[in-house]
């Protein structure tokens, strides 16, 4: 197989993965819908800086590093999912509280920043990912790579997360989910809450479950 198709079908199976539902679409729809466009994109970008962080580890061989060393990858799993649940709880909790719509200045740049961590955080909670890049990357990457392909990975796995993330906060970001969401909020941030939450806690019960201490 060819470098270039090597490239292809890393990309579409990232690009598959990336479009899984889960904690990363939850946050960046909500963000969007709740806070508007430059909010999603502030989150989406976020998460393209996890995956390529991800991404990065894997190709070090860090994912193979933490299957061999199972107690800092339980220890991983455990805070990923704990801080999955802090962000349900947090958006749970805020379910009754009115919108309030920036409009610039000082304070929109902290709340762009902060969308941005916690878009980031919300990508490297689940060390899960870096072992299925690892697992990409083992199964089709030959033994010695072209030069070229190993250095477009990373930019790949940013352009992939934040493209595919992109196109979500731009979706959700348009005045007729924002409208849906200002009649419904309380409702949809419970639900959206609770299933962040739910997730957490799952990881960090599977973490609890097989911990080797």
């Not at 690009?15 to 946050?27: E, K, N, Q, R």
């Not at 089709?140 to 940013?158: D, I, K, S, T, Y």
């Not at 609770?194 to 201490?213: C, D, Q, T, Y």
Request: some cysteine; charged content about 10%; hydrophobic content about 55%.
């Amino acid at each position: 197989m060819s470098s270039q198709m090597i490239f292809v079908s890393i990309l579409g199976a990232i690009l598959i993965g990336a479009m899984s539902p889960g904690p990363s679409f939850i946050l960046v729809s909500r963000t969007a819908i709740a806070q508007g466009r430059s909010a999603g994109v502030a989150a989406a970008l976020g998460m393209g800086l996890g995956g390529a962080c991800l991404g990065g580890l894997a190709l070090l061989g860090l994912s193979t590093l933490l299957l061999r060393a199972e107690t800092v990858f339980v220890l991983v799993k455990i805070l990923g999912g704990l801080y999955l649940v802090y962000i349900g709880f947090r958006v749970f909790r805020h379910a009754s509280t009115p919108l309030a719509f920036e409009s610039g200045g000082p304070e929109r740049a902290r709340s762009l920043g902060s969308n941005l961590v916690t878009g980031l955080f919300i990508q490297l909670s689940n060390p899960k990912t870096v072992i299925v890049y690892g697992s990409i990357f083992a199964a089709l990457l030959p033994a010695e790579p072209e030069r070229w392909l190993m250095l477009a990975l990373v930019p790949m796995l940013f352009g992939i997360e934040a493209g595919w993330y992109l196109v979500v906060a731009l979706v959700f970001s348009a005045s007729a989910p924002r409208r849906a969401y200002a009649r419904a909020k309380s409702w949809i941030d419970r639900t959206a809450g609770a299933v962040m939450a739910g997730l957490g806690a799952r990881l960090a019960a599977e973490g609890i479950a097989s911990r080797v201490w």
